[in-house]
T-cell receptor, first 112, second 113 residues
Framework: ETGVTQSPTHLIKTRGQQVTLRCSSQ?????VSWYQQALGQGPQFIFQ???????GRGNFPPRFSGLQFPNYSSELNVNALELDDSALYLC???????????FGSGTRLTVV | KQEVTQIPAALSVPEGENLVLNCSFT??????LQWFRQDPGKGLTSLLL?????REQTSGRLNASLDKSSGRSTLYIAASQPGDSATYLC????????????FGKGTTLSVSS
């Protein structure tokens, strides 16, 4: 049973650029959630995808968008990067109707 | 708005000590509460999950309790070891489909040998 895989592990971008982060969910899981964790803070919910549709969203602007694919993998896209977007981005997969989450190791994004 | 607070923010103990980490939440209408462990720069590992109808859960040297009415949970770690050094995060979930985990900022634990 494979866990959640995120790529890339580290990324440096310039303010104003766009970035795409990727997540492969755990085998058997059909729901993917994305979280942003700034240094010294707890993770903050960005959004969740189920059956390729967004079915929950936190307090993040529209320049944060996502996709879920038929194989349940997912992408997080961030447009017009700002310095405050620098953070660890965590992907978590789960199976709808069950309570357990499996988190990936995250992508560390630095915006300069 | 649900808020989760963890006290203390950091804790240093010698190996072998028993310790308690605290988590409080402002809205008692939760679906469940989970404790996670995070090693530096890494993802989260689920430790214990307590449903809203439960009072406690145990796994090895870890025991988590939940008191919904007072909005509190504790994570008890018995006989701490240097390998327990990590940040421990508490998270509440308000419902099922489409709802998020709401995290506290965590308690960073350091266990010295």
């Amino acid at each position: 049973e494979t866990g959640v895989t995120q790529s890339p592990t580290h990324l440096i971008k310039t303010r104003g650029q766009q970035v795409t982060l990727r997540c492969s969910s755990q085998s058997g899981h059909n729901t993917v959630s994305w979280y942003q964790q700034a240094l010294g803070q707890g993770p903050q919910f960005i959004f969740q995808y189920y059956r390729e549709e967004e079915n929950g969203r936190g307090n993040f602007p529209p320049r944060f968008s996502g996709l879920q694919f038929p194989n349940y993998s997912s992408e997080l896209n961030v447009n017009a990067l700002e310095l405050d977007d620098s953070a660890l981005y965590l992907c978590a997969s789960s199976l709808a109707g069950f309570d357990g989450y499996t988190f990936g190791s995250g992508t560390r994004l630095t915006v300069v | 708005k649900q808020e989760v607070t963890q006290i203390p923010a950091a804790l240093s103990v010698p190996e072998g000590e028993n310790l308690v980490l605290n988590c409080s939440f402002t809205d008692s209408a939760i679906y469940n509460l989970q404790w996670f462990r995070q090693d530096p720069g890494k993802g989260l590992t689920s430790l214990l999950l307590i449903q809203s109808s439960q009072r406690e859960q145990t796994s090895g040297r870890l025991n988590a309790s939940l008191d919904k009415s007072s909005g509190r949970s504790t994570l008890y770690i018995a006989a701490s070891q240097p390998g327990d050094s990590a940040t421990y995060l508490c998270a509440v979930r308000l419902g099922q489909a489409g709802t998020a985990l709401i995290f506290g900022k965590g308690t960073t634990l350091s266990v010295s040998s």
